[in-house]
T-cell receptor, first 112, second 115 residues
């Protein structure tokens, strides 16, 4: 079974703190995406990483794809209550395929 | 309307009912997806349509029947569901060429409760 394990599962932090969420697999992915989902809504795409070692920044969010393309991390600097939500990673094993595998999710709560 | 829309947003149905979920994408994409999201489980891919042809059917029970009449519309027909089918059903669309990653854009989902 192909799995994408995310850690931690739950995270509750104070506004202004930094945090890192991890997405790990034993399989190689051709690309990996990160989404944020708020209650009652669908996931919203944040970023796509394709190249091993790639780093992308989106304001206070920094995404990294592992050198071997088996793992990824999401780092948030100075978290804000608006960052609260469910963070999901999703990968595909081969380019040109539709079969996304989604991670187990990290539920983040940022307290004001 | 922009993005991906889904109707209804909430649905309560009995086990003997027949209902349909509707998804419409306004992004000009060529692929559409149905996912099931249950509590404490990762998103499960159910069906994928590319250019109106089903390209993925992930061992989904026959009580779920998809239909894609054109590249902008996707339906999920529901019949004789079980209580364990209660979940958030998400539609997504994407556009990608050969060798390019498919970036999926999701609708808001339909919260289904089977009584």
């Amino acid at each position: 079974t192909q799995l994408l394990e995310q850690s931690p599962q739950f995270l509750s932090i104070q506004e202004g703190e930094n945090l890192t969420v991890y997405c790990n697999s034993s399989s190689v992915f051709s690309s990996l995406q990160w989404y944020r989902q708020e209650p009652g809504e669908g996931p919203v795409l944040l970023v796509t990483v394709v190249t091993g070692g790639e780093v992308k920044k989106l304001k206070r969010l920094t995404f990294q794809f592992g050198d071997a393309r088996k793992d990824s991390s999401l780092h948030i600097t100075a978290a804000q209550p608006g960052d609260t939500g469910l963070y999901l990673c999703a990968g595909v094993h081969a380019s040109g395929t539709y079969k996304y595998i989604f991670g187990t999710g990290t539920r983040l709560k940022v307290l004001a | 309307e922009t993005g991906v829309t889904q109707t209804p947003r909430h649905l309560v149905m009995g086990m003997t009912n027949k209902k349909s979920l509707k998804c419409e994408q306004h992004l000009g994409h060529n692929a559409m997806y149905w996912y099931k999201q249950s509590a404490k489980k990762p998103l499960e891919l159910m069906f994928v349509y590319s250019l109106e042809e089903r390209v993925e059917n992930n061992s989904v029970p026959s009580r779920f029947s998809p239909e894609c009449p054109n590249s902008s519309h996707l339906f999920l027909h529901l019949h004789t569901l079980q209580p364990e089918d209660s979940a958030l059903y998400l539609c997504a669309s994407s556009q990608g060429g050969k060798g390019q990653p498919y970036e999926q854009y999701f609708g808001p989902g339909t919260r289904l409760t089977v009584t």
